[in-house]
């Protein structure tokens, strides 16, 4: 089974990475193209999502599908969404940044994303905790360095979970979820 496996109706712990680590996330443009997909499959009852951070080459999510994209899974319609959507704005916009995405295979010309995305089960309140925290503390680490706390954060919602207030309208509780775990 791959490590991206994901069974709809479980609630995971989902990281996908820009390819060759790429900090094509620093650019607020992507990340709102990460949050218009977020909110396009959960308009469409496709995924829930509640929480996620967006760092400059990889993405944290806790999200649940609810099952598949027509033949395709929603991970798979939300990496492939995303990668259009960068391909076309780096073509308007940057060009010669597109390029560092060029890659030599018989399917496609460009690659966003690395294959094969982690993926782990949070079968426990315990464990969804963690990462919910490893989540919002994501930014702060001294690598990073994006934030003072973790609510200071703009691309995360840590800000949902100290006050209860978004804009990021797609957000769900993981508390109110967690009770059937």
Known sequence: MRKSYMQPGSIFFFTATIHKWIPLLADDYCKEI?????KNL?????????AFVIMPNHVHIIWKTTGLNGKETVQGSFLKYTSHAFRKHLTSQLPEKLEQ????ASNKQFEFWKRDSLAIHLYSPE?????????HRNPLASHWNLATSPEHYKWSSAFYYLSGETEFLFLKNIRTALHGI
């Not at 990460?34 to 977020?38: E, G, I, N, R």
């Not at 995405?101 to 030599?104: A, C, E, K, T």
């Not at 464990?127 to 989540?135: F, G, T």
């Open 101 to 104: 995405f060029r890659v030599n």
């Open 127 to 135: 464990v969804a905790y963690q990462k919910l925290e490893y989540i």
């Open 34 to 38: 990460v949050l218009t997909s977020f």
């Open 42 to 50: 959960s308009e469409r009852g496709l995924l829930q999502v509640y």
